[in-house]
């Protein structure tokens, strides 16, 4: 300590890095999007907009917040403590921690799986026509022969973001074409500015939505998704001057702005086709009916590849996510080839499947009881993390960081109240729905 005294704190003199360099450095933000944008982003921000129209698009703000902040506290306290979350939490908060933490970060993960299954039988269902269940047990049968194959997986992952670049493209085309419609062509209001700007201004919760506004944000600002990053960013070799350089700020940034630039245009597009026609989203045809104004009878193939692409994308690398998470928490061994990820995950498919075969109403709705339900991961890992950043042990030798740990805070009991609340009011009867069978 003396010499950090003589010295200056960590990090003073540490130089942030040009735009290009920044860039190059970047990596595990972009691996956490295609986890995030999987069928449970597109399924629910397109429930926003087709039910609420614009009423929610003020989500954004909050999103982009906890997001960064929930990136950047769990980056900055793998840098202060020299390891990934969960193996900090062990280590300041004892194994009982740990394997709170893992478990509740696994189920979340469990759920999230659950939606990648339904999504990816949604998809099926509108590409080919098969039963849901069917398509989506045939995808499984191709992520298990991924998990144990080799150099099969680079191929796969290249069709994959094939799937969701042309998801995105057919978004991005849909909401220019249908904004510049005239009123009333083929039921299509057109892209409303006044609307727009009262509901990302508004902060308004309309009746019946907070359960589907908490799907939204679970999946899109997620404390899983920082804890994650720290044992990415020990993958990428990232050093504590990436925390003062503006490498770690910059991978979370971009991160969060891609996500929300294809949540948000999933939003609007729903406001602008859906919503004026009163036409909510119960079934994967509804998602398609978004893409028709432009797309026409293609929509529903469009909008089946995407689904396919990233749901079948979130399902694999989702799946091991939960294991990597859980494995930290119960001392296990972490690595992606090990038996202990590899079995586990076969263990949690054939889990989530068992549940989602269960369920006899839509994959659409399903996708969304999966998503709310993944809610619970932040209340219980947050409050570790937020624990973490306010220690004064901890950031021994650094400058305090005080913006960080005011943010968290300001997160942390945002999301707190939304999950007790839509606990209350959706989750309880959600989850009684799904295991009942109804």
């Known amino acids: 300590m003396e ?6 704190l960590i990090g003073e003199d540490v130089k942030r890095l040009p735009v290009g360099q920044l860039l190059k450095r970047i990596g595990p933000g972009l691996i956490a999007t295609g986890i995030v944008i999987g069928p449970g982003a597109v399924t629910t921000a397109a429930m926003l907009g087709a039910n609420y129209g614009y009423s929610l698009i003020w989500l954004m703000f ?5 997001g960064i902040t929930f990136v950047m506290t769990t980056n900055w306290l793998a840098i202060t403590t020299g390891m990934p979350t969960i193996h900090a939490i062990r280590k300041y908060f004892g194994k009982a921690g740990a394997i709170i933490v893992g478990i509740a970060l696994f189920l979340a993960c469990l759920f999230f799986t659950m939606g990648n299954i339904s999504g990816t039988g949604a998809g099926m269902e509108l590409i080919f026509g098969l039963n849901w269940k069917l398509g989506s047990l045939i995808l499984i049968c191709v992520v298990v022969y991924t998990y144990f194959a080799k150099n099969v997986y680079s191929k796969v992952e ?11 493209a057919a978004f991005y ?11 009333g062509e083929n039921g299509v209001v057109g892209f409303e500015g006044g609307k727009f700007f009262g509901g990302l201004f508004g902060f308004r919760v309309p009746e019946g939505s907070l359960g589907t506004a908490l799907a939204f944000i679970s999946t899109n600002a997620a404390i899983t998704t920082g ?43 729903g406001a ?20 028709e104004p432009i797309m026409g009878p293609a929509a529903k193939y469009i909008m089946g590849f995407a689904l396919v692409g990233a749901g079948f994308s979130s399902l694999l690398a989702n799946t091991q996510r939960g294991m ?40 659409t709705q399903l996708i969304l009881i999966a ?21 004064k042990d901890v950031n021994k030798g650094f400058k305090a960081p005080t913006l960080l740990r005011i943010c968290m805070t300001i997160s942390y009991i945002f999301v707190l109240v939304m999950t007790v609340s839509a606990f209350q009011k959706t989750i309880i009867p959600g989850i009684t729905k799904l295991f009942a069978g109804a």
């Open 227 to 269: 804890i994650y990053n720290t044992y990415l960013g020990k993958e990428k070799k990232w050093k504590r001057d990436d925390l003062f350089n503006g490498v770690m700020f910059t991978d979370a940034l971009v991160h969060m702005i891609s996500v929300v630039l294809i949540s948000g245009a999933i939003i609007l597009v």
């Open 158 to 168: 290249k069709l994959i973001t094939a799937c969701i670049i042309i998801m995105i």
């Open 371 to 391: 998503n709310i339900a993944t809610s619970i991961a932040t209340p219980i890992g947050g409050l570790f993390v937020l624990l973490l950043i306010w220690r």
């Open 173 to 183: 085309i849909t909401l220019f074409g249908v904004s510049f419609k005239a009123t």
């Open 272 to 291: 602008i086709v859906l919503n004026p026609q009163g036409l909510a989203i119960k079934a994967p045809k509804q998602l398609a009916q978004m893409l």
């Open 324 to 363: 990597v998470l859980l494995g930290a928490g119960i001392e296990k061994n972490c690595s992606l080839e090990s038996k202990f990820i590899r079995f586990g995950c076969l263990i949690c498919l054939a889990i989530a499947m068992a549940i989602c075969y269960s369920y006899d109403g839509s994959p």
């Open 62 to 66: 909050p999103i982009i917040f906890m």
């Open 3 to 8: 010499e950090n005294k003589t010295q200056g």
